[in-house]
């Protein structure tokens, strides 16, 4: 898998935003403005999941 340098971009006040690649959003058949979920999974690494599970 290729490695990624991103920049945390700050949105608004209490909130941040990151720019992913194109070639990830294509991979998982991501859309805009699909619903993501965020688990922290500690020692810095985040983990991006589609809303709900498909079957």
Same mark, same amino acid.
């Given at each position: 898998?290729?490695?990624?340098? *991103?920049? #945390? !971009?700050? +949105? +608004?006040?209490?909130?941040? +935003?990151?720019?992913?690649?194109? %070639? *990830?959003?294509?991979?998982?058949?991501?859309? +805009?403005?699909?619903? #993501? !979920?965020? %688990?922290?999974?500690?020692?810095?690494? #985040? %983990? *991006?999941?589609?809303?709900?599970?498909? *079957?």
């Amino acid at each position: 898998m290729a490695k990624h340098i *991103i920049k #945390l !971009t700050k +949105s +608004s006040r209490y909130s941040y +935003s990151i720019v992913i690649p194109k %070639e *990830i959003i294509d991979k998982y058949g991501w859309r +805009s403005k699909q619903k #993501l !979920t965020v %688990e922290d999974k500690g020692r810095g690494k #985040l %983990e *991006i999941k589609d809303w709900r599970k498909r *079957i």
